[in-house]
């Protein structure tokens, strides 16, 4: 016998099985989001706990060293960095990242410049000072501000007004594109000592990373997943940076950073190097700068032959000697990250600082190879990735260009 139920039943037995599913639906979703509220209201907690233990550690250390000035300072002290002056070596390399006599160099340097503009009643040696330690740790402004007595906004303002005085005062005088003996060393020593003739620097490109800019953000969305600003440079034979190109967005191709910069118009023209030649194997081979399988062939840019069908024991002895003279940007941008550590964290300045920022770097990095600075092995610990090749290289092969490197394979044989 076949009972048949009201259609209204079956609908309001529908609509309470709805009900209860929606509701165990919601209740899901609010236990989640609370989860998650209180694993952020941790994580801030132990932000604001390391913080602490830092500036508590600071300000203990200070009235160790000195209690009696202690007790007499107000809420806005630069304890720490009133008792700089009379730490030693070690304390301002690992802070400041050089000595403390070349740091009074630099300071000398940058005093006339500095002394023009408002520095806040500062003294010229805390804000240079607080613009190295910003450029060369991976502190937030807060603690930056309450080790040096000042305000978060001060921090970035003064941190800005120390980098344009860098790149005003110091850009051409460190970053100095090699000629006449110079560039006669530096050729002399890619071949002594990488077996390279002819050859008077590295190029390649690295990422900055940076926080995703609210206009246009899909450009700085670079192929590694993260946001980012390019850095190209050419590096000689001791580290040093002799160009340097910043600002293109991350998702740009290597090749196309250099074809818009000013590196590639004055090789293009012939003004980049004298017309200094050697001849090999009856080529005449100009002097060139060396590059990964990302850039073009060109008669004043060499790189590396493409493992095909031709590939064999000669096209393996050339790129092994070109890599082996190319390592000179690798560890020049595994240095200049190592010391200054801004450029391996995500930078959370303003865009247009940015560059500025990753300038000063540079020239600093370089000033501290000219002051025979050494580059301390412990900073290193923050695992520098260097940059792999693109794996799209581009082909633009200038027949002039494979003679000089087809010429090189008997070279090197």
Same mark, same amino acid.
């Given at each position: 016998?076949?009972?048949?139920?009201?259609?209204?039943?079956?609908?309001?037995?529908?609509?309470?099985?709805?009900?209860?599913?929606?509701?165990?639906?919601?209740?899901?979703?609010?236990?989640?989001?609370?989860?998650?509220?209180?694993?952020?209201?941790?994580?801030?907690?132990?932000?604001?706990?390391?913080?602490?233990?830092?500036?508590?550690?600071?300000?203990?250390?200070?009235?160790?060293?000195?209690?009696?000035?202690?007790?007499?300072?107000?809420?806005?002290?630069?304890? +720490? +960095? &009133?008792?700089?002056?009379?730490?030693?070596?070690?304390?301002?390399?690992?802070?400041?990242?050089?000595?403390?006599?070349?740091?009074?160099?630099?300071?000398?340097?940058?005093?006339?410049?500095?002394?023009?503009? $408002?520095?806040?009643?500062?003294?010229?040696?805390?804000?240079? !000072?607080?613009?190295?330690?910003?450029?060369?740790?991976?502190? &937030?402004?807060?603690?930056?501000?309450?080790?040096?007595?000042?305000?978060?906004?001060?921090?970035?303002?003064?941190?800005?007004?120390?980098?344009? $005085?860098?790149? &005003?005062?110091?850009?051409?005088?460190?970053?100095?594109?090699?000629?006449?003996?110079?560039?006669?060393?530096?050729?002399?020593?890619?071949?002594?000592?990488?077996?390279?003739?002819?050859? !008077?620097?590295?190029?390649?490109?690295?990422?900055?990373?940076?926080?995703?800019?609210?206009?246009?953000?899909? &450009?700085?969305?670079?192929?590694?997943?993260?946001?980012?600003?390019?850095?190209?440079?050419?590096?000689?034979?001791?580290?040093?940076?002799?160009?340097?190109?910043?600002?293109?967005?991350?998702?740009?191709?290597?090749?196309?950073?250099?074809?818009?910069?000013?590196?590639?118009?004055?090789?293009?023209?012939?003004?980049?190097?004298?017309?200094?030649?050697?001849?090999?194997?009856?080529?005449?081979?100009?002097?060139?700068?060396?590059?990964?399988?990302?850039?073009?062939?060109?008669? +004043?840019?060499?790189?590396?032959?493409?493992?095909? $069908?031709?590939?064999?024991?000669?096209?393996?002895?050339?790129?092994?000697?070109?890599?082996?003279?190319?390592?000179?940007?690798?560890?020049?941008?595994?240095?200049?990250?190592?010391?200054?550590?801004?450029?391996?964290?995500?930078?959370?300045?303003?865009?247009?600082?940015?560059?500025?920022?990753?300038?000063?770097?540079?020239?600093?990095?370089?000033?501290?190879?000219?002051?025979?600075?050494?580059?301390?092995?412990?900073?290193?610990?923050?695992?520098?990735?260097?940059?792999?090749?693109?794996?799209?290289?581009?082909?633009?092969?200038?027949?002039?260009?494979?003679?000089?490197?087809?010429?090189?394979?008997?070279?090197?044989?």
């Amino acid at each position: 016998m076949m009972v048949f139920v009201p259609y209204q039943q079956v609908i309001l037995l529908l609509s309470n099985i709805m009900t209860t599913m929606m509701r165990v639906y919601i209740d899901g979703i609010n236990a989640q989001n609370e989860a998650n509220l209180a694993a952020m209201r941790h994580m801030r907690r132990r932000r604001r706990a390391r913080r602490q233990a830092v500036l508590q550690a600071a300000l203990a250390y200070n009235q160790r060293v000195n209690p009696v000035e202690r007790q007499f300072l107000g809420p806005r002290v630069s304890a +720490w +960095w &009133d008792a700089a002056p009379r730490q030693d070596d070690r304390f301002w390399k690992e802070n400041f990242r050089m000595s403390q006599p070349v740091f009074n160099i630099l300071c000398d340097i940058l005093r006339p410049r500095l002394q023009r503009d $408002a520095l806040n009643g500062f003294s010229v040696e805390k804000v240079v !000072a607080l613009a190295l330690y910003r450029l060369s740790t991976p502190s &937030d402004l807060r603690t930056i501000a309450n080790l040096f007595g000042v305000g978060r906004s001060t921090v970035c303002e003064l941190v800005q007004e120390v980098c344009v $005085a860098m790149i &005003d005062v110091m850009m051409q005088q460190y970053i100095v594109w090699p000629t006449g003996n110079r560039l006669r060393r530096t050729i002399q020593a890619f071949e002594e000592k990488h077996g390279f003739p002819q050859c !008077a620097g590295a190029v390649d490109g690295t990422h900055i990373p940076i926080i995703g800019p609210a206009k246009n953000p899909a &450009d700085y969305h670079n192929r590694k997943g993260w946001y980012s600003m390019i850095l190209q440079a050419v590096v000689d034979n001791k580290l040093r940076f002799t160009d340097i190109n910043v600002g293109f967005p991350g998702r740009v191709h290597d090749a196309r950073v250099l074809r818009n910069s000013t590196l590639y118009e004055k090789g293009q023209n012939g003004d980049l190097f004298p017309a200094w030649y050697k001849e090999i194997n009856g080529t005449p081979m100009p002097i060139v700068i060396l590059g990964d399988p990302a850039y073009p062939l060109l008669p +004043w840019l060499m790189k590396g032959f493409s493992e095909g $069908a031709n590939f064999g024991q000669q096209e393996r002895t050339f790129n092994y000697r070109l890599s082996r003279a190319r390592m000179v940007v690798e560890r020049a941008f595994g240095q200049l990250k190592g010391r200054w550590r801004i450029l391996m964290r995500r930078n959370d300045s303003a865009l247009k600082a940015i560059p500025q920022m990753v300038t000063s770097c540079c020239i600093l990095h370089n000033f501290c190879i000219e002051h025979n600075e050494v580059y301390e092995a412990g900073w290193d610990q923050m695992h520098v990735i260097y940059e792999q090749p693109q794996a799209d290289p581009v082909h633009d092969v200038v027949p002039s260009a494979d003679d000089i490197r087809n010429a090189l394979l008997g070279y090197f044989r």
